[in-house]
């Protein structure tokens, strides 16, 4: 085998930074693997909503977390592929029109490009910048439904693509956030996309899939048809929102309810024992508040339950809700609660099932982790562009076409920061 360079993802979320640490594999047949060096995971801090509150605080929890990803893999960390998500970014529907430039009509990846790029002329509001420009299907001279023109022949090229952009502070304060870690960025990726690279097959993006990350304060959501993104969406609900009703349920605090979450929580109200009784002093708190298994069951269903009727919302907006026939797939650290694949089989009547890693092996545990495939999924994007540099338009790095401008617009924003 011969080892490429290491592979840096860092996601950053409301609750947790993690940060996993990977290498791309050349085996004998020309097939390429990723093998998991490390993972880690500390709280964060300044961090709500996948938005940055607090700068210093942030810089601290990205820096502890760095601090003991080298320290697990030996080796020092130069640059990485970063995460953005938060309820700050949008997607929107975009078309790019061009004459295809050669006399014979043959169409090249220079038309491609330009295509592209006119479909990045949408209208965006001022205060937000394109993060990813990405086709879904071409039209040559009227022939819809086209994958990978280059190579046909036509004289009018069209492209349907999904435009997704962030809030620009915000961006900024990201980049700002990581690069005084002493970090450099490779490149920002929105982070429902990495999850969905690092999760789902071919065959299941052509069939019809929809990944669902439960964070603590966000729920993110990525549906895919035909290969390619339908929908992408971002929810104002999460797993901390779980852990609230349980406070006021139980009239006691959040760190107390968090508790009592992760030792006796689950969705389900048909598995839990009448009989039994939690107490709140259990768990340190100077109450002597008390509830049933069930009652406890009960104030997570009813929350999980809404949770995941809203992604139902987002589904009937594409006309998706129950005809996504390869399912759901659950990931993210407030999937892990018991019970949550059951309530959102009942409510998307939907096959659902937890998504891992593909295509990734190592002997660190975390990596069976569903927390963590969002930050897999950050370095099997890059292992995906990386490897396709030379690659066709059906590799994922022509699908972002824009990612050198990107990467201009945080090397500007870099200099700005220096003193």
């Known amino acids: 085998m011969r080892a490429s ?18 290498q791309r594999v050349q085996k004998e047949h020309g097939v390429s693997d990723i093998t998991v060096l490390g993972a880690v995971e500390i709280p964060s801090q300044g961090i709500s909503k996948g938005s940055v509150t607090s700068i210093d605080d942030a810089v601290a929890s990205i820096s502890k977390c760095l601090e003991h990803a080298e320290r697990m893999t030996g080796q020092p960390l130069q640059s990485a592929w970063v995460g953005i998500g938060g309820t700050h970014i949008i997607a929107q529907e975009s078309k790019g029109v061009i004459g295809v430039a050669r006399s014979d009509g043959e169409i090249r990846e220079e038309d491609v490009d330009r295509a592209i790029e006119a479909a990045r002329t949408v209208a965006t509001p001022s205060n937000h910048e394109i993060l990813h420009v990405i086709p879904k299907s071409f039209t040559v001279d009227g022939q819809r439904g086209v994958k990978d023109p280059v190579g046909m022949t036509g004289i009018r090229l069209e492209v349907d693509a999904l435009i997704i952009q962030g809030l620009t502070s ?3 304060n990201v980049t700002k956030a990581v690069y005084r870690t002493g970090l450099n960025i490779d490149d920002l990726v929105f982070s429902i996309l990495a999850t969905g690279e690092a999760v789902l097959s071919q065959k299941q993006k052509e069939l019809g899939s929809v990944v669902i990350n439960v964070g603590a304060q966000t729920t993110s959501v990525i549906v895919y048809e035909e290969g390619d993104v339908l929908h992408v969406a971002v929810l104002q609900i999460g797993a901390d929102h779980i852990t609230s009703d349980i406070a006021i349920g139980l009239r006691t605090s959040i760190d107390v309810a968090e508790q009592i979450k992760l030792t006796y929580g689950t969705a389900l109200k048909a598995h839990t024992d009448r ?22 069951a009960e104030i997570i269903h ?49 096959p659902v ?8 092996s190592s002997a660190v545990e975390q990596v069976h982790d569903v927390g963590f495939t969002t930050a897999i999924g950050l370095i099997k994007w890059a292992q995906e562009i990386e490897g396709s540099k030379n690659g066709s338009i059906g590799g994922i790095v022509d699908r972002l076409k824009n990612m050198d401008q990107l990467g201009n617009m945080v090397k500007g924003w870099v200099k700005g920061l220096m003193p």
Do not use: N
Request: proline content about 3%; glycine content about 12%; overall charge negative.
């Open 5 to 22: 360079p290491l592979l840096t993802g860092v996601d950053i979320g409301s609750s947790m930074i993690r940060i996993v640490v990977g």
């Open 170 to 172: 915000q961006i900024k």
């Open 275 to 296: 009989s039994k009784k939690i107490l709140v002093s259990e768990f340190g708190a100077l109450g002597d508040e008390s509830c049933t298994h069930q009652f406890l």
């Open 302 to 350: 009813a929350r999980a339950e809404e949770l995941f009727e809203k992604v139902d919302e987002e589904l009937v907006k594409i006309d998706r809700s129950g005809l996504l026939p390869a399912g759901v797939f659950l990931t993210g650290g407030g999937a892990k609660l018991a019970g949550m694949t059951e309530v959102a089989k009942d409510v998307l009547r939907l």
């Open 353 to 360: 099932t937890y998504g891992t890693p593909i295509g990734v």
